[in-house]
């Protein structure tokens, strides 16, 4: 690890409580209660100060809960869209991308917003951090999180689901500190979820946390830090697509701090989040008006995850209920939840592709999409503040510039896989 160590400059606080207390190493939760509740941190910097571009995603660190600093971030870049404004009618349409676009400075080799909360989380690692950390994912997060512990030498298992293996390739090959365990074909994320409980529960083998950990919604947070900075206020409006929801509460977050800083304005921006019709549970809840996720039937979840093409967005268990989760951020920001069908996604990707000059992934065609739709419904005026935040793109490019590297599964298992079977395997990786 770097030695660039920082002493801890944030408090953790339970948001359903407002109790305050200190970071353990990798508090998860707010100690002593009984209701879950998310807990955000609180940091000494009530002002942000944007560092030099060349720190990467590393710039944000006054607002990130990082010990040390990890090398090789690339930050989200925020500019003024011409094509899609000009086609959309839209006055002021900023695209916040993430991924690889060496051209408008983007340089995230793994193509995906997923790399800002990758260096956030391995960067919240103390120097004595000795377990083998455990993230599972249905692909962006997986690649994100190889390459930022290849490259810092810290030890990790992977659980993707077989299925999206494709997802799995890097631009350089990935070193023996990372390894990789699926769950068999036909399983979902949900299932590789499943694989990565067990293989917590394991002596040596510690969870990344997803939503409950800060340092991974602090630092898909940095998106809206770097749309506000590029515009001088906090934006009116915020699309991004949706799986768990986790990048929504962190922009979210974000925009409750840069209300408290009060160089930016002190409105919250209105959160627009999208899922791929038919796997659609987070809209279903929301349009029921509904705390908790409505019920369905997992064989159901799984066929409709087959059928969408933005795979990423495929969680069953989203933070959505939970105090701080997803539904509050939609009711605190009169939010709301729109839908995409793959076709309309698809049309997006092509159009975005051809009035911006990039490839963008299908979970970005799909904010892109329900942009769209809403400016085409007249649901956004057209001289408002509008973020679309892109989170993924240039895979194309960056594929038809480098050689591309896999990394092959140590192991697959069953859907439903034996503890002692998973223990066995993970005693001769680590």
Request: charged letters at 20%; a negative charge.
């Amino acid at each position: 690890m770097s030695s660039h160590s920082r002493a801890t400059h944030y408090l953790l606080q339970s948001i359903k409580t407002g109790q305050q207390f200190s970071d353990k190493g990798w508090t998860l939760e707010a100690p002593g209660e009984e209701e879950p509740s998310l807990i955000s941190a609180v940091y000494e910097e009530v002002q942000i100060n944007f560092r030099d571009p060349v720190a990467g995603v590393l710039r944000f660190a006054d607002w990130l809960p990082i010990n040390w600093y990890p090398e090789g971030s690339s930050a989200p870049v925020t500019y003024k869209s011409e094509g899609l404004a000009s086609h959309l009618g839209l006055n002021n349409l900023y695209i916040t991308f993430s991924g690889y676009w060496p051209e408008k400075g983007a340089n995230m080799k793994t193509c995906s917003f997923k790399e800002t909360e990758a260096y956030s989380v391995c960067g919240r690692m103390s120097s004595d951090f000795k377990d083998v950390l455990v993230v599972a994912s249905a692909g962006n997060t997986a690649r994100a999180f190889a390459r930022v512990c290849s490259d810092n030498g810290i030890p990790l298992l992977l659980c993707v689901p077989e299925d999206n293996l494709n997802a799995m390739w890097f631009d350089q090959p990935v070193k023996d500190n990372v390894k990789l365990i699926c769950s068999r074909s036909g399983g979902d994320y949900f299932d590789a979820i499943h694989l990565s409980n067990i293989a917590c529960s394991l002596p040596g083998f510690i969870a990344e946390g997803g939503a409950k950990n800060i340092a991974r919604r602090d630092g898909m947070g940095t998106t809206v830090l770097s749309a506000t900075e590029f515009i001088g206020q906090i934006p009116d409006y915020y699309f991004q697509a949706v799986g768990s929801g986790t990048g929504a509460i962190a922009a979210w977050e974000a925009n409750q701090r840069l209300i408290v800083d009060g160089r930016f304005g002190r409105h919250a921006m209105k959160l627009l989040v999208s899922q791929n019709r038919p796997f659609i549970p987070i809209y279903n809840a929301w349009k029921a008006d509904s705390r908790q996720l409505l019920p369905f039937d997992d064989d159901e979840a799984r066929k409709q995850v087959e059928e969408i093409d933005a795979k990423v967005l495929s969680n069953r268990k989203p933070p959505y209920s939970i105090a701080g989760g997803l539904y509050d951020a939609l009711k605190a920001t009169d939010g709301d939840v729109l839908i995409a069908s793959n076709e309309e996604s698809a049309a997006a990707a092509e159009l975005f592709e051809s009035v911006e000059g990039i490839d963008i992934h299908p979970a970005a065609a799909v904010a892109t999409a329900t942009l769209i739709n809403e400016v085409n419904s007249g649901n956004v005026p057209l001289d408002a503040n509008v973020m679309l935040n892109i989170t993924g793109g240039g895979e194309k490019l960056i594929k038809s510039e480098k050689e591309m590297f896999a990394i092959e599964p140590s192991f697959v298992f069953d859907i439903d896989p034996d503890k002692s079977e998973v223990k066995k395997v993970l005693e001769k990786l680590f």
